[in-house]
């Protein structure tokens, strides 16, 4: 039983410490023995504490791959929420924009309407529109009437209230 304690605790450094003795031959075995061993000692306790570190460092490390990680998937998840409100606030625009464009139709609609009816009006009253007889209009063209882009840019033309008479009318009649 003591034995295995001597082994144990002691065989690794006494055996390396006797071979040390043997081959320096020291003046005093005792004490380089003895001085041996507390180096020996201390070189186990630094070895230890070397060991102890690198474990804390593999560990550190770890933590420091585990946390670059999280990291990157806080970024990733950011970005996809950054792209997903960009998305968002574009669908926002797009539909307000549409909002927009379905109001500025119902009032030229609405315009339409209220144009079609007074001319149907105006033209239940018996006044003509085209001749331009309510002085609105008169003198202007199609294009200047017009606000719509493309419209037709047609010269005036001028009709006289009264039937002329042909030349050739003209020439029949003489001729009787």
Not at 6 to 35: F, H, S, W
Request: proline fraction near 2%.
């Amino acid at each position: 039983m003591e034995s295995a304690y001597l082994q144990k605790n002691l065989g690794t450094c006494l055996t390396q410490g006797l071979a040390e003795v043997a081959r320096m031959r020291p003046v005093d075995p005792i004490e380089y023995l003895a001085l041996w061993i507390y180096k020996y000692k201390n070189n186990v306790t630094v070895e230890q504490r070397r060991q102890e570190e690198m474990a804390q460092l593999e560990h550190e490390r770890e933590l420091a791959v585990m946390e670059q990680e999280m990291m990157e998937r806080l970024k990733a998840e950011e970005l996809l929420f950054q792209q997903q409100q960009l998305a968002f606030q574009l669908e926002l625009e797009m539909q307000e924009k549409e909002r927009q464009r379905i109001e500025e139709l119902q009032r030229a609609q609405e315009q339409f309407e209220k144009e079609l009816r007074m001319s149907m009006e105006n033209i239940a009253k018996g006044e003509d529109i085209s001749h331009g007889e309510d002085g609105t209009d008169s003198g202007k063209t199609l294009a200047e009437i017009s606000d719509r882009y493309g419209a037709p840019n047609l010269s005036r033309v001028e009709e006289l209230d009264e039937p002329m008479l042909s030349d050739v009318a003209l020439n029949i009649d003489q001729d009787l």
